[in-house]
Protein backbone atom coordinates (compact mmCIF):
# COMPACT_ATOMS: atom_id res chain seq x y z
CA UNK A 1 0.00 0.00 0.00
CA UNK A 2 1.26 3.71 -0.57
CA UNK A 3 -0.85 6.61 -0.20
CA UNK A 4 -4.19 6.47 1.01
CA UNK A 5 -6.59 4.14 0.79
CA UNK A 6 -10.55 3.91 1.07
CA UNK A 7 -13.23 1.46 0.90
CA UNK A 8 -15.60 1.06 -0.29
CA UNK A 9 -15.11 2.33 -3.79
CA UNK A 10 -19.29 2.81 -4.51
CA UNK A 11 -22.02 1.95 -2.20
CA UNK A 12 -25.40 2.08 -2.68
CA UNK A 13 -27.34 2.22 0.87
CA UNK A 14 -31.21 2.46 2.05
CA UNK A 15 -31.74 5.80 4.27
CA UNK A 16 -31.85 5.28 7.89
CA UNK A 17 -29.09 2.29 7.33
CA UNK A 18 -25.85 2.99 9.55
CA UNK A 19 -22.84 3.12 7.03
CA UNK A 20 -18.91 3.09 8.18
CA UNK A 21 -16.44 4.73 5.05
CA UNK A 22 -12.78 3.16 5.73
CA UNK A 23 -10.27 5.55 5.80
CA UNK A 24 -6.35 3.87 6.12
CA UNK A 25 -2.84 5.70 5.25
CA UNK A 26 0.51 4.15 5.51
CA UNK A 27 2.47 7.22 5.52
CA UNK A 28 2.71 7.84 9.26
CA UNK A 29 0.61 11.67 8.86
CA UNK A 30 -0.50 13.14 12.08
CA UNK A 31 -3.66 14.61 10.24
CA UNK A 32 -6.25 13.41 9.07
CA UNK A 33 -9.43 14.88 7.12
CA UNK A 34 -12.93 13.95 5.85
CA UNK A 35 -14.54 15.87 2.98
CA UNK A 36 -17.74 15.37 0.63
CA UNK A 37 -17.96 16.79 -2.85
CA UNK A 38 -21.26 17.63 -4.43
CA UNK A 39 -21.92 19.32 -7.81
CA UNK A 40 -22.07 23.03 -7.62
CA UNK A 41 -20.88 23.12 -4.15
CA UNK A 42 -17.28 22.16 -4.12
CA UNK A 43 -15.59 20.37 -1.58
CA UNK A 44 -16.20 20.74 2.02
CA UNK A 45 -14.72 19.73 4.79
CA UNK A 46 -16.64 17.50 7.02
CA UNK A 47 -14.43 16.46 10.17
CA UNK A 48 -10.73 16.57 10.98
CA UNK A 49 -7.97 15.35 13.59
CA UNK A 50 -4.65 16.80 13.76
CA UNK A 51 -3.03 13.97 15.66
CA UNK A 52 -4.26 10.54 17.04
CA UNK A 53 -6.86 10.85 19.31
CA UNK A 54 -8.14 14.27 18.46
CA UNK A 55 -11.22 15.23 16.33
CA UNK A 56 -12.33 18.54 15.52
CA UNK A 57 -16.23 19.16 13.46
CA UNK A 58 -15.36 20.78 9.91
CA UNK A 59 -18.00 22.86 7.78
CA UNK A 60 -20.43 20.16 7.48
CA UNK A 61 -20.49 17.78 10.45
CA UNK A 62 -24.05 17.18 10.95
CA UNK A 63 -24.76 13.68 10.89
CA UNK A 64 -21.28 12.48 10.90
CA UNK A 65 -19.04 11.49 13.25
CA UNK A 66 -15.59 10.17 13.09
CA UNK A 67 -12.78 8.02 15.05
CA UNK A 68 -9.41 8.41 14.98
CA UNK A 69 -7.95 5.49 17.62
CA UNK A 70 -4.60 5.34 16.23
CA UNK A 71 -1.94 6.92 13.35
CA UNK A 72 -3.37 5.32 10.34
CA UNK A 73 -7.16 4.51 10.07
CA UNK A 74 -9.47 7.82 10.27
CA UNK A 75 -12.58 5.87 10.02
CA UNK A 76 -16.08 8.19 9.21
CA UNK A 77 -19.40 6.76 10.63
CA UNK A 78 -22.87 7.62 8.90
CA UNK A 79 -25.21 6.76 11.99
CA UNK A 80 -28.52 6.88 9.92
CA UNK A 81 -28.22 7.79 6.38
CA UNK A 82 -30.60 10.27 4.43
CA UNK A 83 -30.79 11.05 0.87
CA UNK A 84 -28.99 14.29 1.11
CA UNK A 85 -25.74 12.54 1.76
CA UNK A 86 -25.35 11.15 -1.40
CA UNK A 87 -22.02 12.42 -2.26
CA UNK A 88 -18.80 11.18 -3.12
CA UNK A 89 -16.21 11.40 -0.08
CA UNK A 90 -12.90 11.67 0.02
CA UNK A 91 -10.30 11.21 2.32
CA UNK A 92 -7.06 13.22 2.86
CA UNK A 93 -4.07 13.31 5.35
CA UNK A 94 -1.18 15.80 5.87
CA UNK A 95 2.41 15.32 7.60
CA UNK A 96 1.28 17.89 10.50
CA UNK A 97 -1.87 19.95 10.76
CA UNK A 98 -0.73 23.18 8.72
CA UNK A 99 -2.11 25.16 5.81
CA UNK A 100 1.42 25.22 4.15
CA UNK A 101 1.42 21.20 4.43
CA UNK A 102 0.43 19.36 1.11
CA UNK A 103 -2.48 16.99 1.77
CA UNK A 104 -2.60 13.46 -0.21
CA UNK A 105 -5.87 12.53 -1.15
CA UNK A 106 -7.27 8.82 -1.17
CA UNK A 107 -9.61 7.92 -4.55
CA UNK A 108 -13.08 8.27 -3.06
CA UNK A 109 -15.91 6.34 -1.97
CA UNK A 110 -19.50 7.40 -4.07
CA UNK A 111 -22.21 6.78 -1.73
CA UNK A 112 -25.87 6.94 -2.71
CA UNK A 113 -28.41 6.56 -0.17
CA UNK A 114 -31.96 5.94 -1.36
CA UNK B 1 -16.56 32.78 6.96
CA UNK B 2 -14.38 33.32 4.43
CA UNK B 3 -15.57 32.52 1.04
CA UNK B 4 -13.70 31.88 -1.96
CA UNK B 5 -15.07 32.25 -5.84
CA UNK B 6 -13.50 31.05 -8.65
CA UNK B 7 -13.83 31.92 -12.48
CA UNK B 8 -14.11 31.14 -14.61
CA UNK B 9 -16.65 27.65 -13.75
CA UNK B 10 -16.51 25.75 -17.18
CA UNK B 11 -13.42 27.21 -19.66
CA UNK B 12 -12.90 24.65 -23.02
CA UNK B 13 -10.02 25.68 -24.86
CA UNK B 14 -7.79 23.84 -28.19
CA UNK B 15 -4.82 22.60 -27.48
CA UNK B 16 -1.66 25.16 -27.58
CA UNK B 17 -3.94 28.04 -26.58
CA UNK B 18 -3.13 29.90 -23.07
CA UNK B 19 -5.34 30.44 -20.59
CA UNK B 20 -6.22 32.50 -17.18
CA UNK B 21 -8.39 30.86 -14.27
CA UNK B 22 -8.90 32.81 -11.10
CA UNK B 23 -9.16 32.66 -7.40
CA UNK B 24 -10.78 35.33 -5.14
CA UNK B 25 -12.16 36.72 -1.34
CA UNK B 26 -13.14 39.18 0.30
CA UNK B 27 -10.97 38.51 3.12
CA UNK B 28 -6.86 38.28 3.25
CA UNK B 29 -5.42 34.86 2.51
CA UNK B 30 -3.46 33.61 5.36
CA UNK B 31 -1.93 31.24 2.54
CA UNK B 32 -3.48 29.72 -0.55
CA UNK B 33 -3.25 26.31 -2.12
CA UNK B 34 -4.11 24.90 -5.74
CA UNK B 35 -5.03 21.27 -6.51
CA UNK B 36 -5.89 19.82 -9.86
CA UNK B 37 -8.43 17.04 -9.79
CA UNK B 38 -8.52 14.29 -12.61
CA UNK B 39 -12.09 12.95 -12.87
CA UNK B 40 -12.66 9.76 -10.73
CA UNK B 41 -9.30 10.74 -8.42
CA UNK B 42 -8.96 12.75 -5.35
CA UNK B 43 -7.00 16.29 -5.71
CA UNK B 44 -3.26 16.87 -6.16
CA UNK B 45 -1.50 19.61 -4.55
CA UNK B 46 0.03 21.80 -7.48
CA UNK B 47 1.55 24.67 -5.44
CA UNK B 48 1.40 26.74 -1.94
CA UNK B 49 1.74 30.53 -1.99
CA UNK B 50 1.83 32.69 1.08
CA UNK B 51 3.72 36.05 0.43
CA UNK B 52 1.61 38.83 -1.44
CA UNK B 53 3.07 39.13 -4.84
CA UNK B 54 4.66 35.98 -4.71
CA UNK B 55 4.74 34.18 -8.36
CA UNK B 56 5.59 30.26 -8.77
CA UNK B 57 6.35 28.83 -11.84
CA UNK B 58 5.82 24.88 -12.52
CA UNK B 59 6.68 24.15 -15.99
CA UNK B 60 3.70 25.40 -18.21
CA UNK B 61 1.95 26.70 -14.71
CA UNK B 62 2.49 30.56 -13.39
CA UNK B 63 1.01 31.02 -10.28
CA UNK B 64 0.39 34.42 -8.69
CA UNK B 65 -0.77 35.56 -5.41
CA UNK B 66 -2.20 38.95 -5.46
CA UNK B 67 -0.33 42.01 -3.40
CA UNK B 68 -3.00 42.30 -1.28
CA UNK B 69 -3.39 38.53 -0.86
CA UNK B 70 -6.82 38.74 -1.69
CA UNK B 71 -6.89 37.11 -4.97
CA UNK B 72 -4.52 34.40 -6.92
CA UNK B 73 -4.63 33.58 -10.05
CA UNK B 74 -3.15 30.28 -12.29
CA UNK B 75 -2.02 30.98 -15.67
CA UNK B 76 -1.10 27.71 -18.32
CA UNK B 77 0.68 28.20 -21.40
CA UNK B 78 0.23 26.10 -24.35
CA UNK B 79 -2.43 23.81 -23.09
CA UNK B 80 -2.27 20.43 -23.20
CA UNK B 81 -5.13 18.07 -23.65
CA UNK B 82 -3.25 16.64 -20.25
CA UNK B 83 -4.18 19.58 -18.39
CA UNK B 84 -7.93 18.73 -18.15
CA UNK B 85 -9.48 19.05 -14.73
CA UNK B 86 -10.99 20.41 -12.26
CA UNK B 87 -8.79 23.40 -10.73
CA UNK B 88 -9.06 24.09 -7.16
CA UNK B 89 -8.23 26.84 -4.74
CA UNK B 90 -8.22 26.07 -0.70
CA UNK B 91 -7.44 28.50 1.81
CA UNK B 92 -7.26 27.74 6.32
CA UNK B 93 -11.05 28.43 7.53
CA UNK B 94 -11.05 31.34 9.06
CA UNK B 95 -7.65 32.81 7.93
CA UNK B 96 -5.72 30.28 10.25
CA UNK B 97 -2.70 28.18 10.20
CA UNK B 98 -3.93 24.66 10.52
CA UNK B 99 -4.88 22.37 7.46
CA UNK B 100 -8.83 22.74 8.07
CA UNK B 101 -9.52 24.56 4.55
CA UNK B 102 -11.95 25.74 2.66
CA UNK B 103 -12.18 25.35 -1.35
CA UNK B 104 -13.50 27.22 -4.34
CA UNK B 105 -15.95 25.37 -6.31
CA UNK B 106 -13.67 25.31 -8.58
CA UNK B 107 -12.91 26.26 -12.43
CA UNK B 108 -13.34 22.61 -14.63
CA UNK B 109 -11.03 22.84 -17.97
CA UNK B 110 -11.15 20.88 -20.94
CA UNK B 111 -8.60 21.16 -23.38
CA UNK B 112 -8.81 19.69 -26.89
CA UNK B 113 -6.73 17.91 -29.24
Given at each position: ??????????????????????????????AMYWY?????????L??Y??????????????????????????????????????????CA??????????Q??????????? | ??????????????????????????????????????????????????????????????????????????????????????????????????G??????????????
Amino acid sequence: IAGITQAPTSQILAAGRRMTLRCTQDMRHNAMYWYRQDLGLGLRLIHYSNTAGTTGKGEVPDGYSVSRANTDDFPLTLASAVPSQTSVYFCASSEVASAMEEQFFGPGTRLTVL
Amino acid sequence: TQLLEQSPQFLSIQEGENLTVYCNSSSVFSSLQWYRQEPGEGPVLLVTVVTGGEVKKLKRLTFQFGDARKDSSLHITAAQPGDTGLYLCATPRNGGSQGNLIFGKGTKLSVKP
